[in-house]
C-alpha cells in the first residue's frame, strides 16, 4: 500500500479520477435529458470533494495535479471568436439593438448583484467576486481574480445563476408576454450564460443562436464595464 | 489542426501581453478573443480547422472548470456567514437581467429594427 501512496497526489491519479467521474456525471446529465440541476458540474463537484476528503490530499495538491484542465480555458475563450465571427452579420444588422440590450443587461447584472451582497453588508472581496457573475465561468474566474475576489466562489455563483437562468427563463419570460425568439435567447444568455443557451437550443435554432451571442457579447461587455468603474473609481 | 492550436495560443499570448502591458483588468483570454475576431473579419482564408477545434474547445468547457470549482470546498466560512446573501444577490440579479435585457431588446427591435423579421 506504501508503494501505491505516493500515486495519491500524482497529476496522473487526480486527472485520472476527475475526468472518469465528470464522464459519469456527464452519463447521468444525458439521462435526465439535460436538466440544469444535473449539470455534469454540479454531480461531479460533490463527488470530487468526497474523493478529495477521503484521499487525505489538500485542495491545493488537487488544484495543482488538475492544473492542465484550467489552462485550457484561456485558448478555449479565445475559440469562442470562431461564433461571434460567423454571426458579424446578424451583428451589424441588429447593432443597435443588440448594443442596447447588452448595455442594459450587463450594468443590470453587476450593479443588481453587487448592491444586493452590498446591502448585507458582503465585504469587498465578495463584492468583487459576484460582479462577474453573469459571464461564462472561466471569464468570472478571471476577472474575480483580478478584482481581489475569490476564483472558486465565483465560479460557484455563476454555475448557481445558471441554473436559476435555465430553470426560470421560460415561465418568467412568458409572464412577461416576451414572446420573439431573438429578445428570449439574448436575455438568456446575456444573464445566465452557457446553461441559458443550452436551454435557450432546447426551445429554438433562433433563441439558442442569440444566446450564444448574448453570453460571448457580455464576457466582453461585463470585463469593458468592469473596467470603466475601475478607471472612475 | 496544429496549425489552429497554435492560432488560439498565439492570439491568447498576444492577448495576455496587452493585458500586461496595458495593465488593465480585462483577462487576455478575452482581449485574445477580440482581437482574434478582428483577424477572421479582416483577412481571408480557409477557417475549417479553427472551426472544428475551437468548437471541440468549447463543448468541453465544462470539465475544464471542475478543478475550480471543486476549490468551494474552501469556501465554507464565507458560505456560513454570507449564504442568504450570496443566494440572494445571484438569485434576483439572474432574474432582473434576464427581464431588462428581454424588454430592452423588444423594444429596440420595434424602434430600431422594424423591418427585421421577428422569429
Redesign the interface.
Known amino acids: 500500500m506504501n508503494a501505491l501512496g505516493g500515486l495519491l497526489s500524482t497529476q496522473l491519479f487526480w486527472l485520472a479520477v476527475?475526468?472518469t467521474v465528470?464522464a459519469g456525471a456527464d452519463a447521468l446529465s444525458l439521462r435526465s435529458r439535460r436538466h440544469p440541476l444535473c449539470?455534469?458540474?454540479l454531480l461531479?463537484?460533490p463527488a470530487?470533494?468526497v474523493l478529495?476528503?477521503l484521499s487525505g490530499v489538500t485542495?491545493a495538491t488537487?488544484?495543482g495535479a488538475?492544473?492542465v484542465?484550467?489552462f485550457?480555458?484561456?485558448?478555449?475563450?479565445?475559440?469562442?471568436?470562431?461564433?461571434?465571427?460567423a454571426r458579424?452579420g446578424l451583428i451589424r444588422?441588429?447593432a443597435?439593438?443588440?448594443f442596447?440590450?447588452?448595455l442594459?443587461?450587463s450594468l443590470?447584472?453587476i450593479v443588481?448583484?453587487?448592491g444586493?451582497?452590498w446591502l448585507?453588508?458582503?465585504p469587498p472581496d465578495?463584492l468583487a467576486t459576484?460582479a462577474p457573475?453573469?459571464t461564462?465561468?472561466?471569464?468570472a474566474?478571471?476577472?474575480a481574480r483580478?478584482?481581489g475576489g475569490?476564483?472558486?466562489?465565483a465560479?460557484?455563483?455563476v454555475?448557481?445563476?445558471g441554473v436559476?437562468?435555465a430553470m426560470?427563463?421560460t415561465p418568467?419570460?412568458n409572464a412577461?408576454g416576451?414572446r420573439?425568439?431573438?429578445?428570449?435567447g439574448?436575455?438568456?444568455g446575456?444573464?445566465?450564460h452557457?446553461f441559458g443557451a443550452a436551454r435557450a437550443f432546447q426551445v429554438?435554432e433562433?433563441a439558442g443562436a442569440f444566446a450564444s451571442l448574448?453570453m460571448?457579447l457580455n464576457?466582453?461587455a461585463t470585463?469593458?464595464i468592469?473596467?470603466l468603474f475601475?478607471v472612475l473609481a | 489542426m496544429v496549425g489552429a492550436i497554435a492560432q488560439l495560443f498565439v492570439f491568447l499570448l498576444a492577448g495576455e501581453a496587452l493585458h500586461r502591458l496595458s495593465g488593465l483588468p480585462v483577462p487576455g483570454a478575452v482581449i485574445g478573443m477580440v482581437l482574434l475576431v478582428i483577424w477572421l473579419a479582416s483577412v481571408r482564408g480557409d477557417r475549417a480547422r479553427l472551426e472544428s477545434v475551437s468548437s471541440w474547445l468549447t463543448a468541453h468547457l465544462s470539465v475544464m472548470f471542475v478543478p475550480a470549482a471543486v476549490g468551494i470546498m474552501e469556501e465554507g466560512g464565507v458560505f456560513a456567514r454570507f449564504g442568504t446573501a450570496l443566494v440572494v444577490a445571484t438569485t434576483v440579479s439572474t432574474l432582473l437581467t434576464i427581464v431588462v435585457t428581454a424588454l430592452v431588446m423588444r423594444w429596440a427591435l420595434a424602434r430600431f429594427a422594424p423591418t427585421e423579421a421577428a422569429e
Open positions: 476527475t475526468l465528470f449539470h455534469p458540474v461531479a463537484t470530487l470533494i478529495i476528503r485542495y488537487y488544484s488538475t492544473s484542465l484550467g485550457l480555458l484561456g485558448p478555449a475563450v479565445v475559440g469562442l471568436a470562431v461564433p461571434i465571427h458579424l444588422r441588429l443597435l439593438p443588440l442596447l440590450a447588452l442594459a443587461g443590470t447584472a443588481s448583484a453587487v444586493i451582497l448585507f453588508g458582503g465578495l459576484i457573475r453573469a461564462t465561468t472561466p471569464v474566474m478571471e476577472l483580478q478584482l475569490r476564483p472558486s466562489l465560479a460557484a455563483l454555475l448557481g445563476a436559476i437562468g426560470v427563463a418568467l419570460l412577461l416576451v420573439d425568439m431573438r429578445a428570449r439574448f436575455a438568456v446575456v444573464s445566465a452557457g429554438s433562433t448574448g460571448a464576457a466582453v470585463a469593458l468592469i473596467l475601475a
